[in-house]
T-cell receptor, first 114, second 115 residues
Framework: AQTVTQSQPEMSVQEAETVTLSCTYD???????LFWYKQPPSRQMILVIR??????QNATENRFSVNFQKAAKSFSLKISDSQLGDAAMYFC???????????FGTGTLLAVQP | GAVVSQHPSWVICKSGTSVKIECRSL??????MFWYRQFPKQSLMLMAT?????????EQGVEKDKFLINHASLTLSTLTVTSAHPEDSSFYIC???????????FGPGTRLLVL
């Protein structure tokens, strides 16, 4: 069975600072993908970044980057130069296999202090 | 690109009535759509997976006769909550995936309140 664990229910960061959100996963799939989604108060799920497990290079999207450690089954999200608009619930998810279902973690609520 | 819409965004209904929620992929063809339920301050719970032209696959514990899913075209899937009861009140979210691509794109969600 696939599992995704986010051990930080809440995090806080000062505006313009850097914060790292943790995620670990377990999967029996050999070909899988990892995602970070953001859910602001509007509750719209927004894709932040994705990582193909077969790629060694860490994915980067502007101020968002990941630290993908395949052997450790770790997939953390780093947000640089944090902005007030980054305040949201962040969900880590893994997907893959025949059904391509996404398995979500429990989420980390990120607060950004001005 | 990759926009998914949901309608309605809000619905209030009386207990015993049925409610239909539509999910549309606006700028791509969604071979697979997913329906989730989310309770306040909790994660998303997958209810079912639907592929265009075939029957939906329901997750364990989800009543297929209660939550009817139809994926009649490559851009539209519907979720019908039949004989709704107050415990069905929740936030329902759909997502869509294009062809062999791995990323799911999410609709804005539908808030259902059953009185």
């Amino acid at each position: 069975a696939q599992t995704v664990t986010q051990s930080q229910p809440e995090m806080s960061v000062q505006e313009a600072e850097t914060v790292t959100l943790s995620c670990t996963y377990d999967t029996s799939e050999s070909d899988y993908y990892l995602f970070w989604y953001k859910q602001p108060p509007s509750r719209q799920m927004i894709l932040v970044i994705r990582q193909e497990a077969y790629k060694q290079q860490n994915a980067t999207e502007n101020r968002f980057s990941v630290n993908f450690q395949k052997a450790a089954k770790s997939f953390s999200l780093k947000i640089s130069d944090s902005q007030l608009g980054d305040a949201a619930m962040y969900f880590c998810a893994s997907g893959g296999g025949a059904t391509n279902k996404l398995i979500f973690g429990t989420g980390t609520l990120l607060a950004v202090q001005p | 690109g990759a926009v998914v819409s949901q309608h309605p965004s809000w619905v209030i209904c009386k207990s015993g009535t049925s409610v239909k929620i539509e999910c549309r992929s606006l700028d791509f063809q969604a071979t697979t759509m997913f329906w989730y339920r989310q309770f306040p301050k909790q994660s998303l719970m997958l209810m079912a997976t639907s592929n265009e032209g075939s029957k939906a696959t329901y997750e364990q514990g989800v009543e297929k006769d209660k939550f009817l899913i139809n994926h009649a075209s490559l851009t539209l899937s519907t979720l019908t909550v039949t004989s709704a009861h107050p415990e069905d009140s929740s936030f329902y979210i759909c997502s869509a995936r294009e062809g062999g691509l791995e990323t799911q794109y999410f609709g804005p969600g539908t808030r259902l309140l059953v009185l």
